[in-house]
């Protein structure tokens, strides 16, 4: 009996000395993942989906079949559906099934005319700011343009985007957040121009190239103009290929605004690099 004693006394004790965990036990702890992590990363996929033409306008979003593919539960995908209501992507209706947003012909013409005068704002600005080095970055995004044209779709927009942030990265950070977002829900649209071959329209080479010597110039106001004459035809474009019968008048007053209003107030300042 007393060496079961002993022996209780002995597992009694290094019990006892065993360290108490008082953390939290956090996600990363138990071996799940942040939720928030989660959440954001199903909101990307989504929306990459929809903005790619793999959804198109009108669409149901099935949610059992999209937590399934994404391996989450529904909690995290009903939130990314909301956020991508609040971006006005998708319509999720309480009590209905999520759907890409319809077609909307006033929303284009609004979010276009925003765009198109915002953007030759924030380039207006930012142009004569520019270093050599960023211009630079802006002839290597032609070139890899070129080489992607005709081959890789997502290559070419990357190299858009980027191409087209550059000349507008001197503009006020609220400003660009502004643009981010309006080109987010611009972009559901221009799928459907781009749909097919985004990167052969040979017009959009063109003003490019006319972008580009515009930078190198610093001449903001070419380049806003030219900005707002590629945004206009491109939206003047999805709108002829989907609802023909109506006049883009929203959009051509936003471009007669941008050409009809002289000179904009672009900063006196010595541009960054530049030798």
Same mark, same amino acid.
């Not at 799940?32 to 909101?43: E, F, G, I």
């Not at 009903?78 to 759907?99: H, K, Q, V, Y």
């Given at each position: 009996?007393?060496?079961?004693?002993?022996? %209780?006394?002995?597992?009694?004790?290094?019990?006892?000395?065993?360290?108490?965990?008082?953390?939290?036990?956090?996600?990363? +702890? /138990?071996? $799940?993942? !942040?939720?928030?992590?989660?959440?954001?990363?199903?909101?990307? %996929?989504?929306?990459?989906?929809?903005?790619? *033409?793999?959804?198109?306008? *009108?669409?149901?979003? =099935?949610?059992?079949?999209?937590?399934?593919?994404?391996?989450?539960?529904?909690?995290?995908? %009903?939130?990314?559906?909301?956020?991508?209501?609040?971006?006005?992507?998708?319509?999720?209706?309480?009590?209905? +099934?999520?759907?890409?947003?319809?077609?909307?012909?006033?929303?284009?013409?609004?979010?276009?005319?925003? $765009?198109?005068? #915002?953007? &030759?704002?924030?380039?207006?600005?930012?142009?004569?700011?520019?270093?050599?080095?960023?211009?630079? !970055? /802006?002839?290597?995004?032609?070139?890899?343009?070129?080489?992607?044209? !005709?081959?890789?779709?997502?290559?070419?927009?990357?190299?858009?985007?980027?191409?087209?942030?550059?000349? #507008?990265?001197? &503009?006020?950070?609220?400003?660009?957040?502004?643009?981010?977002?309006?080109?987010?829900?611009?972009?559901?649209?221009?799928?459907?121009?781009?749909? !097919?071959?985004?990167?052969?329209? =040979?017009?959009?080479?063109?003003?490019?190239?006319?972008?580009?010597?515009?930078?190198?110039?610093?001449? *903001?106001?070419?380049?806003?103009?030219?900005?707002?004459?590629?945004?206009?035809?491109?939206?003047?474009?999805? /709108?002829?290929?989907?609802?023909?019968?109506?006049?883009?008048?929203?959009?051509? &007053?936003?471009?007669?605004?941008?050409? *009809? &209003?002289?000179?904009?107030?672009?900063?006196?300042?010595?541009?960054?690099?530049?030798?």
């Amino acid at each position: 009996m007393v060496r079961t004693n002993r022996t %209780r006394t002995q597992v009694t004790k290094t019990v006892m000395a065993k360290p108490v965990d008082t953390e939290p036990a956090t996600s990363s +702890r /138990m071996g $799940r993942r !942040d939720p928030s992590l989660t959440v954001r990363t199903v909101h990307r %996929r989504l929306r990459d989906e929809i903005l790619s *033409g793999r959804y198109t306008f *009108g669409d149901v979003l =099935p949610q059992v079949q999209l937590a399934q593919r994404y391996g989450v539960s529904r909690t995290p995908l %009903r939130e990314a559906l909301r956020l991508l209501e609040e971006e006005g992507l998708i319509d999720a209706e309480s009590n209905r +099934r999520a759907r890409v947003a319809q077609f909307r012909f006033d929303d284009l013409e609004a979010i276009s005319a925003q $765009r198109i005068m #915002m953007s &030759a704002v924030a380039t207006s600005v930012s142009v004569p700011r520019l270093s050599d080095a960023e211009v630079a !970055d /802006m002839s290597r995004d032609l070139g890899a343009m070129e080489r992607a044209r !005709d081959q890789d779709a997502e290559a070419w927009k990357q190299a858009n985007v980027h191409f087209h942030n550059v000349h #507008m990265s001197h &503009a006020p950070l609220l400003l660009r957040q502004d643009l981010e977002r309006l080109s987010d829900r611009n972009a559901l649209y221009r799928s459907v121009w781009t749909r !097919d071959a985004p990167h052969s329209d =040979p017009q959009t080479v063109v003003e490019h190239e006319e972008l580009v010597r515009a930078c190198e110039r610093r001449d *903001g106001v070419a380049a806003a103009h030219g900005m707002a004459r590629h945004q206009a035809r491109i939206a003047i474009a999805v /709108m002829a290929q989907v609802v023909p019968e109506q006049e883009p008048a929203t959009i051509r &007053a936003a471009l007669n605004m941008v050409l *009809g &209003a002289g000179r904009f107030s672009s900063p006196d300042v010595a541009p960054a690099g530049r030798n």
